[in-house]
């Protein structure tokens, strides 16, 4: 495979991984946001988690975390991808007192997990020519994402009729 098109599946995989995964999270997770803010249970969560300067911040530690993973599947260490996971979660650890913060939490991760992986999946099997393999994964999670970001939206949506 000439050199031009590596470089171009590369670029490929990394601009799917961070910054369109990035683009559609950052909806995603700010419309959960939206969502937190509308419940009865609000005055729980702590005024610091949603303030528009720690959802602002979301973003681009999501872009190093998307290139992290990302970078661990191309150089062929998955091992640093538990690190990075045990290092967050310990790092918030107590911070959790309102499910809907420790759930949003956790649907941000899954998908950072998800797209810096299939990101780095995505050039592998690109490269070894398997792209049936490729295209069908990546598109998969595109479509995962976008359904989940309606689900989300419409739940928001209702809370924002009941108030």
Same mark, same amino acid.
């Given at each position: 495979?000439?050199?031009?098109?590596?470089?171009?599946?590369?670029?490929?995989?990394?601009?799917?991984?961070?910054?369109?995964?990035? &683009?559609?999270?950052?909806?995603?997770?700010?419309?959960?946001?939206?969502?937190?803010?509308?419940?009865?249970s609000?005055?729980?969560?702590?005024?610091?988690?949603?303030?528009?300067?720690?959802?602002?911040?979301?973003?681009?530690? @999501?872009?190093?975390?998307?290139?992290?993973?990302?970078?661990?599947?191309?150089?062929?260490?998955?091992?640093f991808?538990?690190?990075?996971?045990?290092?967050?979660?310990?790092?918030?650890? @107590?911070?959790?007192?309102?499910?809907g913060?420790?759930?949003?939490?956790?649907?941000?991760?899954?998908?950072?997990?998800?797209? @810096?992986?299939?990101?780095?999946?995505?050039?592998?099997?690109?490269?070894?020519?398997? &792209?049936?393999?490729?295209?069908?994964?990546?598109?998969?999670l595109?479509?995962?994402?976008?359904?989940?970001?309606?689900?989300?939206?419409?739940?928001?949506?209702?809370?924002?009729?009941?108030?």
């Amino acid at each position: 495979m000439p050199l031009f098109q590596k470089l171009l599946i590369i670029s490929f995989g990394f601009f799917y991984a961070v910054i369109l995964g990035q &683009y559609l999270i950052s909806k995603l997770i700010f419309r959960s946001w939206d969502g937190l803010l509308l419940e009865a249970s609000v005055d729980k969560i702590e005024d610091k988690q949603l303030s528009k300067w720690s959802r602002w911040t979301n973003s681009p530690l @999501g872009w190093v975390e998307k290139a992290l993973f990302f970078s661990a599947i191309i150089v062929d260490v998955p091992e640093f991808i538990v690190f990075w996971l045990a290092m967050k979660v310990a790092a918030r650890w @107590g911070a959790w007192e309102h499910r809907g913060v420790f759930n949003t939490f956790l649907i941000g991760t899954g998908l950072s997990l998800g797209w @810096g992986v299939l990101g780095g999946k995505f050039v592998s099997w690109s490269l070894n020519k398997e &792209y049936l393999k490729a295209i069908s994964w990546t598109s998969s999670l595109l479509l995962f994402t976008l359904f989940l970001w309606f689900y989300i939206h419409r739940a928001v949506v209702t809370l924002e009729k009941n108030h």
